[in-house]
């Protein structure tokens, strides 16, 4: 008898990355039939991990360099004293009344404290036996398996890359700025292209997190040289695929609108990028996805690169379209489902290669559902509902072995509590 064949992909759900959540799905699924695992993000750090596990590669974050304020200015030489300071002696230093005499460590014991052992740390009361690389053992912790164990972005990591043979994925999160924001640049995204491309033959560039609409001006300015003769595939947001830089239709104009601009600037401002982008590269500045990441795909246009969604990026690294067409089943998941966002861009793009496939699409989501019949104009055969706005991998794993028990026997449930 031919085994039930199930593709899981996936994006965020809850706190799990899509190669988590898959992961924990496909470990619940697997007790009941064949399954594959293909991770998928529309950008951003999940992006990153997505694609190395992909590429079986490592995925490597990093945190914004954090600027030094400049420190006040010093009015030379003359040191005001604090009133009622003691006198300091001919170095410029206060003594310390009745210092207590120091230890062989250059320290002074507190009154009560404990004795130092030979490294000159206090132990600490009830503190478990450290080994030999100075580690304390984690009482009772649960064995980890490869997923939780995996080095995950954190808050404050604003860059990423993956780097394969020849190949190498950068992005990069920029602060948010207003919709209108003229001064803003891509130059930052320049210098970590520029840091990070070595001798990769191809480029890939994550757009998504830009929020400058310069045009990709700073970008050029940093990055041109060392871009130039290389393969570059930008990854933009599925709704800005076909949207050109400049016009009334244009990615600026959209900014313009947003923030509120007069027209007048508005009119000023597109033709001096539209006259820029012109002496980059005849006729990008009208061609589709120009106006996308703030007009920052214009860069990749000028270097004579190609763009392309992030889902569908991962799409044809994965072959997902073969695995769709082989399988009896496709699973999805996100963090939450409504009318006006339709489950996001990767929900989106799963149920359109299912429909394409002719396979029925589940999907898994946190929070309200949608009426079967709203599912149904979306690709989705049903949605089966998780309780947990940040289920485990536990949990997800149970969903996925309940669902697929159904499916394969022809009973699968309409939800999940």
Request: some cysteine; aromatic content about 4%.
């Amino acid at each position: 008898m031919k085994p039930f064949r199930v593709v899981v992909a996936t994006d965020r759900i809850g706190d799990l990355d899509s190669l988590a959540a898959g992961v924990a799905l496909a470990r619940g699924i697997a007790e009941h039939a064949q399954v594959a695992v293909v991770p998928l993000a529309a950008g951003g750090p999940d992006l990153a991990v997505a694609f190395a596990s992909l590429a079986g590669a490592e995925p490597v974050f990093e945190a914004r360099p954090q600027s030094v304020p400049d420190a006040p200015p010093q009015s030379g030489v003359d040191v005001q004293p604090v009133p009622e300071e003691p006198p300091r002696d001919e170095f410029g230093s206060q003594p310390v009344p009745e210092e207590p005499p120091r230890n062989e460590f250059g320290s002074q014991p507190v009154p009560g404290e404990p004795p130092r052992n030979e490294l000159g740390a206090q132990p600490v009361p009830g503190e478990l036996p450290r080994d030999e690389f100075g580690s304390q053992p984690v009482p009772e912790e649960p064995p980890r398996n490869e997923a939780a164990s995996r080095r995950a972005p954190a808050p404050d990591w604003d860059r990423w890359l993956v780097r394969t043979p020849g190949r190498v994925l950068l992005g990069l999160l920029q602060p948010a700025v207003p919709a209108w924001a003229p001064n803003a640049s891509t130059a930052d995204f320049g210098d970590w292209i520029a840091t990070n491309v070595r001798d990769a033959q191809e480029v890939i560039l994550d757009l998504t997190g830009l929020t400058a609409h310069d045009g990709g001006a700073g970008l050029l300015e940093r990055a041109r040289p060392c871009l130039e003769g290389r393969k570059v595939v930008g990854l933009v947001g599925a709704d800005e695929l076909t949207l050109p830089a400049t016009g009334i239709g244009g990615g600026l104009a959209r900014r313009a609108f947003a923030g509120r601009v007069d027209v007048a600037e508005l009119l000023r401002a597109d033709a001096a990028l539209a006259a820029w982008a012109e002496g980059l590269r005849e006729g990008i500045h009208v061609a589709p996805g120009g106006g996308a990441a703030g007009t920052a795909a214009l860069a990749v246009l000028a270097l004579g690169g190609d763009l392309t969604t992030a889902t569908q990026f991962c799409y044809q690294q994965a072959r997902l379209g073969d695995t769709i067409k082989a399988s009896d089943l496709v699973v999805t998941g996100c963090r939450e489902l409504s009318a006006l966002d339709r489950g996001g861009p990767v929900v989106s793009a799963v149920a359109g290669w299912a429909d394409t496939a002719q396979r029925p699409c589940v999907l898994f989501t946190t929070g309200p559902g949608l009426a079967r019949r709203e599912l149904r104009t979306m690709g989705i055969e049903a949605a089966h509902l998780i309780a947990s706005a940040r289920p485990s991998e536990a949990e997800l794993s149970r969903a996925g072995a309940r669902i697929a028990a159904g499916w394969v026997t022809g009973l699968a449930p309409a939800h999940l509590d």
